[in-house]
């Protein structure tokens, strides 16, 4: 029996793993926000934790884990391919290797760091959605949704930052980089939620779907199960 793919679904696959891609060449330049130093991907990361909260919360968790699988299939097709794109000798006239580089050469621990984290926290986002909205009826939106975005994102700074950067910087530095890019993250959530709501609402009635995951194994693993 062929499985019918949602435009609207792939839409959003594609959206999400293009965002992660963006916030990862993003991370590369340090921005200040206020008095706070953070990577400029909180710029566009949230948008992915948004996008993972809308497919959980239309979908079901059984699809979102077949995104997060995907996306991070893609981090690192594209790191196999700019880490080639960067050993590959360039042309003699060619000037910009140590920019190129700079740009597109993270260290092994920072990948480590970057895939470890978002795996756990896209994860942990997705799967709070998923029971919230079993146990409360599909009521609460929003509260889940923040408090979803709160949990995997706090998961994924702690992770990241501790992978990234322990034995570097002090462990008082840790924990205020680790505070400060939950809490930028999350507030951007709440920022920009009306637009999530009117989102999910949109997308519910043209789907004509509104999963729950009444009967459903959490088995990170079981990709074919959608």
């Known amino acids: 029996m062929k499985k019918e793919?949602?435009?609207?679904?792939?839409?959003?696959?594609?959206?999400?793993?293009?965002?992660?891609?963006?916030?990862?060449?993003?991370?590369?330049?340090?921005?200040?926000?206020?008095?706070?130093?953070?990577?400029?991907?909180?710029?566009?990361?949230?948008?992915?934790?948004?996008l993972n909260d809308v497919i959980t919360e239309v979908w079901g968790f059984a699809k979102a884990?077949?995104?997060?699988?995907?996306g991070f299939g893609v981090n690192i097709l594209a790191v196999v391919f700019f880490t080639a794109g960067i050993v590959v000798p360039g042309a003699p006239f060619w000037q910009n290797q140590e920019a190129f580089a700079t740009i597109l050469g993270n260290t092994p621990r920072i990948v480590a760091a970057s895939l470890s984290a978002y795996l756990v926290g896209s994860f942990l986002n997705a799967f709070i959605m998923s029971r919230m909205k079993v146990m409360t009826g599909g009521k609460g939106f929003s509260a889940r949704?923040?408090?979803?975005?709160?949990?995997?994102?706090?998961?994924?700074?702690?992770?990241?930052?501790?992978?990234?950067?322990?034995?570097?910087?002090?462990?008082?530095?840790?924990?205020?980089?680790?505070?400060?890019?939950?809490?930028?993250?999350?507030?951007?959530?709440?920022?920009?939620?009306?637009?999530?709501?009117?989102?999910?609402?949109?997308?519910?009635?043209?789907?004509?779907?509104?999963?729950?995951?009444?009967?459903l194994s959490y088995n990170l693993f079981r990709v074919k199960e959608i």
């Open 65 to 70: 884990r077949l995104i997060i699988w995907t």
């Open 5 to 50: 793919v949602s435009v609207l679904f792939m839409f959003a696959g594609i959206l999400f793993a293009t965002c992660l891609l963006i916030s990862n060449i993003l991370a590369t330049k340090i921005l200040m926000i206020g008095p706070w130093a953070a990577p400029a991907g909180v710029l566009i990361f949230p948008i992915a934790y948004i």
């Open 145 to 215: 949704a923040i408090l979803s975005t709160l949990v995997g994102e706090s998961a994924d700074s702690f992770i990241f930052i501790i992978i990234a950067f322990a034995g570097i910087f002090p462990m008082g530095v840790l924990i205020t980089m680790i505070f400060t890019q939950a809490m930028l993250k999350t507030v951007y959530e709440i920022l920009i939620l009306p637009i999530t709501v009117w989102v999910v609402g949109f997308v519910k009635r043209v789907e004509g779907v509104d999963t729950f995951d009444t009967d």
